[in-house]
């Protein structure tokens, strides 16, 4: 397979071609689905919930054996409170994984209606610095890490701090199920996890993992953390995600990985941004490196980055 | 009772509550060999040489890796240009190869970064991908391994049990290969702390906050007396000195320590780096069950 995504980028002159491409990866994806429903990460045998859900957003328009088991094993596996736990067989602990869930399970058109439970459990899910003992303390005793507490996400598990992928996240999946129930409150979390993006960019643009700068000291922003802050901020007039895509610009020209480009691209597009074309070259040079295709994460996201400059449907849309 | 009345009322309950609380035993075994053994190798660069230097240096413990898988566990935080704050990927190929010549019968390298989700992407700015491929050797992203839950042989942190990376588990020989920094919060970064790597992100999140949460130095003695590194080659060429683990200032120590024990190791890494070892409180109490705090000298 590496070496047709390769003959293909060489030997064509027009970038809409796709659809081979695309084919060729989606059928590899689900000749790795699990038998017992979804995709394990990296080396693993047991499936895991966030690569389930970019596996089935991969395959979203299929008719697949693969898709609908992927969707009725997310379904058997949700906790009772409404979250989704990181894997099959974990402890019975939601986790960011169910603002994943809700984003592809919308984005297959899955039969599921009992979501309030799990929107339920996204809004009474905060970071922890949102709790007033520890906005006192990062208030006041620990400063080295710099960031205002007021403004707070969501975690990657409960009882820790915010942190940009998750708020993300969950702030994409309460846009997308804004409609459902609750809205007032939903219209504030997302409000406030706005506020934490921003007021956690690094300062020259982009977000790494959390802060954007500890001990007075700027760190150096990630693409993958700054593509999903920017699918969250979609504002494009928004000065601090006009700043994120400016730094994804030019840091996404030697990237070599395909799970960082198929994330750029998805931003990208979303941003109207002019670098799309040269992102999505990379992309496809990056496809064709060996290493890059085992991971079943970043070819479902190679596949969701490709629909979606093709017009078929970008999962983290929002404000449709 | 006025403010400084109070201020001191405070520190003692503070101080008599941190002593209570490392009085009584709070692990389940004690892992300390009855001798420890330590070897200082010079290196100025990095370079081919650490091939030979490297090999040589393990020949001096008469290692029984024979048809064993090895570990590697290197620390690749974060690739920022100009700062060594990763274990050298020369370095870690010089280790595949020396265990591999003493007739290993696998070796790989597995980390879980802590901040990085796109472990591929570091794995290729570090370096370490050219390393890996020239020498046929296999990475494993231990955020991204099959999970064991596993109960944790001490309790320091509170946290009972983690699920834990098959690959490690599974391994008979892990070596921590840390890059030898201040840290921080936890005072240094060694091999001790090096295991905090093991932790998966896609259980834990990235970072694994959850492990801050319950204490640096809690934490790294719960996982270190439940995965004790067997051996140590710690990246000392050149250091880091500053606000570790990704700010601060190279520190050229010129230095790779092998060693049979985490605990003598960073007990001398430590001092290297201007710390008592008895002042950072992770190694200070790993010498009572994890390792010795002095070594002999090979």
């Known amino acids: 397979m590496c070496m047709r995504v390769f003959r293909q980028i060489f030997c064509l002159k027009n970038l809409i071609f796709f659809m081979g491409l695309v ?8 000749a790795r689905s699990l038998t017992k429903g979804g995709w394990a990460s990296g080396n693993g045998s047991r499936a895991s919930v966030e690569t389930t859900c970019y596996g089935l957003m991969a395959l979203h328009d299929r008719r697949s054996d693969a898709r609908d088991i992927a969707i009725d094993f997310l379904l058997q596996i949700q906790n009772r409170d409404g979250s989704w736990p990181a894997f099959d067989g974990d402890d019975a602990e939601g986790c960011w994984t169910t603002a994943t869930v809700l984003i592809a399970l919308r984005f297959a058109n899955a039969q599921f209606t009992d979501f309030e439970k799990s929107i339920s459990w996204l809004l009474a899910n905060k ?5 007033w003992f520890w906005k006192w303390k990062f208030k006041t005793v620990d400063r080295a890490v710099q960031f205002n507490p007021d403004k707070s996400g969501w975690p990657w598990f409960p009882g820790t701090v915010s942190w940009i992928i998750p708020t993300a996240f969950t702030m994409i999946a309460l846009s997308q199920w ?22 956690r960019a690094c300062p020259q643009g982009g977000w790494n993992a959390g802060n954007g700068i500890v001990f007075g000291a700027a760190l150096k922003p990630h693409i993958d953390s700054t593509a999903i802050a920017l699918l969250a901020l979609s504002d494009n007039a928004d000065p601090i995600a006009i700043q994120g895509v400016k730094w994804l610009r030019l840091d996404c020209i030697d990237c070599s990985s395909v799970y960082s480009l198929s994330w750029a691209t998805l931003a990208l597009l979303m941003h109207r941004d002019g670098a799309l074309n040269r992102c999505v070259v990379n992309l496809l040079r990056a496809l064709s490196a060996n290493s890059s295709v085992s991971n079943i994460e970043a070819l479902s996201l190679a596949v969701i980055a490709i629909n979606a400059v093709q017009g078929n449907g970008n999962p983290f849309q929002v404000g449709v | 009772m006025n403010r400084r009345d109070w201020l001191i009322t405070s520190a003692a309950v503070t101080g008599s509550a941190v002593t209570v609380r490392f009085r009584h035993r709070k692990y389940s075994r004690d892992l300390r060999p009855k001798q420890s053994r330590v070897a200082i190798l010079h290196a100025d660069q990095y370079s081919d040489r650490l091939d030979e230097l490297v090999y040589e240096g393990l020949r001096l413990f008469n290692l029984d890796v024979r048809g ?3 570990l590697l566990k290197p620390n690749i935080v974060e690739y920022i240009p100009g700062k060594p704050v990763n274990t050298d990927a020369q370095l870690i190929g010089a280790a595949a190869e020396a265990f591999l010549r003493l007739d290993a019968a696998s070796v790989v390298v597995a980390e879980g970064p802590g901040h990085h989700r796109d472990t591929d992407l570091l794995v ?17 992203d231990l955020n991204r391994d099959d999970l064991i839950k596993t109960q944790l042989q001490a309790n320091y942190s509170g946290l009972g049990e983690l699920w834990l990376p098959r690959s490690v588990l599974d391994s008979d020989f892990i070596v921590s290969m840390p890059k030898v920094k201040t840290h921080h919060w936890a005072g240094v970064t060694l091999s001790l702390k090096n295991m905090f790597g093991i932790v ?7 970072p694994k906050n959850i492990l801050h949460w319950a204490g640096i130095h809690e934490s790294i003695l719960d996982i270190c007396a439940t995965v004790r590194p067997h051996f140590v080659i710690a990246d000392g060429i050149v ?16 230095t790779i320590l092998l060693s049979d024990d985490p605990v003598a190791a960073d007990s001398i890494l430590a001092r290297f780096l201007g710390s008592e070892p008895s002042t950072v409180m992770h190694i200070q109490e790993a010498g009572r069950f994890i390792g010795n705090h002095e070594g002999v000298v090979l």
């Open chain 1, 23 to 30: 084919e060729d990866l989606q059928a590899e994806i689900e």
């Open chain 1, 127 to 131: 970071g922890r610095e949102g709790h």
């Open chain 1, 178 to 199: 804004l409609p459902c129930c609750r809205a007032g409150e939903i219209r504030n979390r997302i409000e406030l996890g706005m506020e934490m993006l921003r007021d």
């Open chain 2, 68 to 70: 064993k898988s090895v």
């Open chain 2, 124 to 140: 290729h700015e570090t370096g370490l991908n050219d390393q890996l491929r020239q020498r046929k050797i296999t990475f494993v």
């Open chain 2, 200 to 206: 998966p992100g896609s259980r834990y999140g990235w």
């Open chain 2, 239 to 254: 250091g880091m000195e500053g606000d570790g683990p990704l700010n601060g200032t190279a520190k050229e120590l010129h």
